[in-house]
């Protein structure tokens, strides 16, 4: 298993950008596909993007298509979450998540790394 921390949280107005990160522990982080998901307040923890380990391929959610992207830097050991033209509805707890590579999973069930997880908040 990889070790995840996320960063780049925080409070934005809506239209705003942010990027996250997530860095991972180990040496194997390039074989990993990578996830991020995110859970609002009273809300089940939803998919939000995933990108595979060779960084080749990538599933982003529809709701955030055509404004957040997800890459990685495998010599850095880190994957990122670039969200643009943020809304308040994008607000909640954003998760980074791997999976040993294997094929672009959706279903959180299917990722067994976890970080803590980093709290965005867009404002109105």
């Known amino acids: 298993q990889v070790q995840l921390v996320e960063s780049g949280g925080g409070l934005v107005q809506a239209g705003g950008s942010l990027r996250l990160s997530c860095a991972a522990s180990?040496?194997?982080?390039?074989?990993?596909?990578m996830g991020w998901f995110r859970q609002a307040p009273g809300k089940e923890r939803e998919f939000v993007a995933a990108?595979?380990?060779?960084?080749?391929?990538?599933n982003i959610a529809d709701s955030v298509k055509g404004r957040f992207t997800i890459s990685r830097d495998n010599a850095k050991n880190t994957v990122y979450l670039q969200m643009n033209s943020l809304k308040p509805e994008d607000t909640a707890i954003y998760y980074c998540?791997?999976?040993?590579?294997?094929?672009?999973?959706?279903?959180?069930?299917?990722?067994?790394?976890w970080g803590q997880g980093t709290r965005v908040t867009v404002s109105s």
């Open positions: 990108i595979r380990w060779r960084g080749d391929y990538t």
């Open positions: 998540a791997a999976r040993p590579g294997g094929g672009i999973a959706t279903g959180a069930e299917n990722f067994g790394s």
């Open positions: 180990g040496r194997t982080f390039s074989s990993y596909d």
